[in-house]
């Protein structure tokens, strides 16, 4: 194939990159994978979220709403307020295996092998 020539990218695979860029375009942001991962080890209130990051409600709201339109987390009413948990293990995974990346990421940066 001449090198000028592109090869057509699988239709398939474009349906699923256009599908997958602003959900991942949602976690590019420090604060909402934060959130995200916190979420990832167990179903949260904003109140809870708030504990743990240190940000103000209407922050940690404001970040939620990104993760909640791309279907990547879930709201359950109880009481007066919301319970925010990982929509599912599909995303649940991969994020919590993402965070080990981290982990390994600063051990190679003192030294491993």
Same mark, same amino acid.
Request: charged residues 20%; aromatic residues 0%; glycine residues 6%.
């Given at each position: 194939?001449? /090198?000028?020539?592109?090869?057509? /990218? *699988? ?5 699923? !990159? ?7 375009? !949602?976690? &590019? *942001?420090?604060?909402?994978?934060? $959130?995200?991962l916190?979420? %990832? ?10 504990d743990?990051?240190? $940000? ?5 709201? +404001? +970040?939620?709403? /990104?993760?909640?339109?791309?279907? $990547? ?5 109880? &009481? ?7 929509? #599912?293990?599909?995303? %649940?995974?991969?994020?919590?295996? $993402?965070? &080990?990346?981290?982990d390994?990421?600063?051990? #190679?940066?003192t &030294?491993?092998?």
């Amino acid at each position: 194939m001449s /090198p000028t020539l592109q090869a057509q /990218p *699988d239709a398939a695979i474009t349906a699923k !990159a256009r599908t997958l860029a602003p959900q991942l375009k !949602a976690l &590019g *942001d420090e604060t909402r994978l934060t $959130l995200l991962l916190l979420l %990832a080890e167990r179903p949260r209130s904003v109140r809870e979220l708030t504990d743990a990051t240190g $940000l103000s409600q209407t922050l940690v709201s +404001h +970040h939620l709403t /990104p993760l909640r339109e791309q279907g $990547l987390i879930t709201a359950t009413p109880k &009481g007066r307020s919301n319970i925010y948990s990982v929509c #599912c293990d599909e995303i %649940a995974v991969p994020v919590q295996m $993402l965070a &080990g990346l981290a982990d390994t990421a600063r051990g #190679c940066e003192t &030294g491993c092998a």
